[in-house]
């Protein structure tokens, strides 16, 4: 069956402009997590989703940050007015329940690169 | 805050050596522990993980991890290694809430020569 799955697989983008992220999980699994892998930095959580909610969005770094989950399927994350430091690794992954006895699978990520 | 430390950035072993890899968490109360591995070009996946009962886990590809609590560690091992090992290994450890959400260590680059 199919994996989870992000477009784009690589975006490179001017400083100031906004960029949008894509992530398709696995049909059925309700839980949605975003992480960022930034150089040398392992992977940071940003933001979950349960269903279309998001419980808690203490991960985001800054109000430039934002994410939206739309019919309990893809989600999408955005970055307005982007910064060099926003260059990263962005990896979604799905489980089937929030919680972490459901195993979470990941997606091939987005490498942002802010120029 | 709760926190993953990993102690080695980058290994280098060749094939049929023995790998042991640390993993050092911070938490206040009931951790749930993870090694997962990503492989060149691929995604990340799970290799093992604990959540209570017998603290040596088993996972896939004859890899296994000791939970010792009194030490706050999870150290990941394999009696040998192979060149198909090659990949980068993350610890991460949640609280057993009702999230889900991981908070992972940076990573240890393990390379191993044929």
């Known amino acids: 069956g199919a994996g989870v799955s992000q477009s784009p697989s690589n975006k490179v983008t001017e400083k100031g402009k906004d960029v949008e992220l894509r992530c398709d999980p696995i049909?059925?699994?309700?839980?949605l997590y975003w992480y960022r892998q930034s150089l040398g930095q392992g992977l940071e959580f940003l933001i979950y989703f349960q269903g279309n909610s998001a419980p808690d969005k203490s991960g985001l770094p800054s109000d430039r940050f934002s994410a939206e989950r739309t019919g309990g399927s893809v989600s999408t994350l955005t970055i307005q007015r982007t910064q060099q430091e926003d260059s990263a690794v962005y990896l979604c992954a799905s489980s089937f329940k929030p919680r972490d006895d459901y195993e979470q699978y990941f997606g091939p990520g987005t490498r942002l690169t802010v120029t | 805050a709760q926190s993953v430390s990993q102690h080695n950035h980058h290994v280098i072993l060749s094939e049929a050596a023995s790998l042991e890899l640390g993993c050092n968490y911070s938490?206040?109360?009931?951790?749930?522990l993870f090694w997962y591995v990503q492989y060149p070009g691929q995604h990340l996946q799970l290799l093992l993980k604990?959540?209570?009962?017998?603290?040596l886990v088993k996972g896939i590809k004859g890899f296994e991890a000791e939970f010792i609590k009194s030490k706050f560690s999870f150290n990941l091992r394999k009696p040998s290694v192979q060149w198909s090992d090659t990949a980068e290994y993350f610890c991460a450890a949640s609280d057993g809430g009702s999230q889900g959400n991981l908070i992972f260590g940076k990573g240890t680059k393990l390379s191993v020569k044929p």
């Open positions: 049909s059925g699994h309700t839980a």
């Open positions: 604990y959540f209570s009962g017998d603290p």
């Open positions: 938490y206040g109360g009931t951790v749930n």
